[in-house]
């Protein structure tokens, strides 16, 4: 019973963090682009959500582990050039005249 619960959650989860993206890319076709990499991060923890219920039901001991370590090297990167590169184009116009 536990492990359909977890599934279950894991489920609404995904559904959850999969309505935004798919949400926020129609919003942004069609009406005003917003659909950027920076604002994506306030959902990150959905996704960080989501991985770790999917590592909870690794095999062993170590694949977790491994698993573990591969995402946060391969997100160093991302959050890296969410806060270092500054995309405010109106702000910068605003300030130049």
Same mark, same amino acid.
């Given at each position: ?21 798919? *949400? %926020?890319?129609?919003? *942004? /076709?069609? /009406?005003?682009?917003?659909?950027? *990499? ?7 923890? /959905?996704?960080?959500?989501?991985? *770790? ?8 001991? %170590? ?14 990167? %991302?959050?890296?050039?969410?806060? %270092? ?13």
């Amino acid at each position: 019973k536990g492990a359909t619960r977890e599934a279950g959650f894991g489920r609404f989860v995904f559904l959850v963090y999969l309505g935004v993206v798919v *949400s %926020t890319m129609l919003v *942004s /076709l069609f /009406l005003v682009p917003i659909f950027f *990499s920076r604002y994506l991060l306030v959902v990150s923890g /959905l996704f960080l959500l989501l991985v *770790s219920l999917g590592m909870a039901v690794l095999p062993g001991k %170590t694949l977790p582990w491994i698993a573990a370590g591969l995402f946060a090297i391969l997100n160093v990167f %991302t959050i890296q050039n969410i806060y %270092t590169q500054h995309f405010n184009h109106p702000m910068r116009q605003l300030v130049e005249n």
